[in-house]
């Protein structure tokens, strides 16, 4: 069993800061004073770099010339000069304040190998630049009241580039393009806390779970709600995945339940093998295979097709490796059966999986609470976010599993985060009570323009949902 819930407590830094009025608003924290470096107040020249000799000529050439100017043609005039600069005597500096570079040594291979260099050259391709990964979160955001819970999924990236993040019993959308915020839906104290939160494919319809074993489906474009799905779950939904039109949804009763939300009857399938609480949810990008992690510190990899035959289980691999809850799960995106799953604070490892033969990869021991995975869409890196006692997020290079950044602010363990529709950005909230967003991926790419086609989505075809 994993840490869970913590009470809620003033920490010392909100009890530092005047409290914000409304949430997701800027938070700007204090810079340290930098001290200034010293500058010296003279410069001294080298006397070895020095022509004595050229600088005689030039202070003698000078005074001749006051006090010739007047028998000097102007053809002869025009001759030293020309002169002058042949010789390369036309310099006006004296004074040297740092040595000459060596002159380079002429290689007797110089010659011989000019051509084979030459042709070389242009074979070789230049070492791809080191890409620049910023140290800090580029902005940060006020998150009052967000549960700290690592059972929770509370925060999520639409595909119109809107971020949704559950704060209590309230679940605010914050528009990255433009910065508005605006409140989506608040629910009763009967009914809440918020317990997940997750985007339809379409960017427009957004699942919220709640405590009392409810999910509720809302149109965040005409801020309503269209139904609400019941009957499935005996107590809270902490984790929500979608497959299209199929809204797959975990429980702390250790359920599993595949919604088809374009029908009334909605329940479609059921999956039982947690035998504690649903944590972690993800379809792979081909939508026939799905990761359920679980505080029963287990791992499963259901598949679609299996889950409607007569197979004796349901699930395609029982995975029993990791020894604390498993909440963090990715699927790769240019390894279709690849998955990366994290590991609480018992355990603090990342392990890889071929899904299709159930082997365990590789597993790195990260010394921390393992929170969230995410993939990078260009590049084959990991991003893991963690607890305890750094609660930094760290950038991974795989498949060597070298460290290529270690990012720090966060003051409280992050649980949730979530990646911007061009892979670029990652935003990761926290206990500490902040929303932060770091360019940990890079400069998103100019995609060549193409035809628009309009994301149906799984509502496509419904004037209503009952």
């Not at 929303?435 to 998103?444: E, K, T």
Request: charged share 20%.
């Amino acid at each position: 069993m994993d840490a869970g819930s913590v009470s809620p407590s003033l920490s010392s830094k909100s009890q530092s800061r005047v409290e914000a009025s409304f949430p997701l608003q800027e938070y700007f924290a204090p810079r340290p004073s930098c001290p200034r470096k010293t500058v010296g107040d003279r410069f001294i020249p080298v006397r070895s770099a020095m022509d004595f000799d050229f600088a005689r000529s030039v202070l003698m050439e000078s005074r001749n010339e006051k006090e010739n100017s007047s028998m000097v043609s102007p053809s002869k005039e025009a001759y030293r000069k020309q002169l002058a600069e042949a010789l390369n005597m036309n310099r006006t500096r004296i004074l040297a304040f740092k040595t000459k570079p060596p002159t380079p040594v002429d290689s007797v291979f110089q010659e011989t190998f000019s051509d084979c260099n030459t042709s070389a050259h242009h074979q070789v391709k230049s070492p791809k630049p080191r890409r620049y990964i910023p140290q800090t979160a580029e902005r940060t955001l006020d998150a009052p009241e967000i549960v700290d819970d690592y059972y929770l999924n509370l925060l999520d990236w639409s595909s119109s580039n809107v971020v949704a993040i559950a704060l209590g019993n309230t679940v605010y959308l914050w528009d990255a393009a433009s910065g508005s915020t605006s409140e989506l839906l608040t629910i009763d104290d009967d009914s809440g806390p918020v317990t997940s939160v997750s985007w339809a494919p379409d960017g427009r319809h957004i699942a919220v779970g709640l405590n009392n074993a409810e999910v509720q489906l809302w149109d965040s474009t005409a801020n309503k709600q269209l139904r609400t799905l019941r009957g499935g779950h005996r107590s809270r939904v902490g984790a929500l995945s979608w497959n299209q039109h199929i809204l797959t949804t975990g429980g702390m009763d250790g359920l599993i339940i595949n919604n088809d939300v374009r029908v009334r009857n909605h329940i479609v399938d059921v999956y039982r093998g947690h035998q504690q609480e649903v944590c972690g949810l993800k379809w792979s990008s081909s939508g026939q295979q799905l990761a359920s992690g679980g505080n029963d510190n287990l791992l499963y990899i259901w598949d679609r097709s299996a889950s409607s035959s007569n197979s004796p289980t349901q699930w395609l691999h029982r995975l029993e490796d990791h020894t604390a809850a498993v909440k963090a799960l990715a699927w790769c995106p240019f390894q279709s059966n690849l998955l990366a799953s994290g590991g609480g604070t018992g355990d603090g490892c990342i392990k890889f999986w071929n899904t299709h033969t159930g082997a365990c990869l590789n597993s790195v021991d990260t010394g921390s609470q393992v929170c969230s995975l995410l993939w990078s869409k260009s590049e084959r890196e990991l991003l893991s976010s963690h607890g305890f006692t750094e609660n930094q997020l760290t950038l991974w290079k795989y498949p060597s599993m070298v460290k290529m950044a270690e990012l720090t602010g966060h003051t409280s363990r992050v649980l949730f985060m979530a990646q911007s529709p061009d892979g670029c950005t990652v935003a990761s909230a926290a206990g500490d009570e902040t929303l932060r967003f770091w360019n940990v991926f890079g400069i998103p790419q100019v995609a060549k323009p193409a035809a628009k086609t309009p994301n149906l989505g799984p509502f496509a075809h419904l004037s209503h949902i009952r």
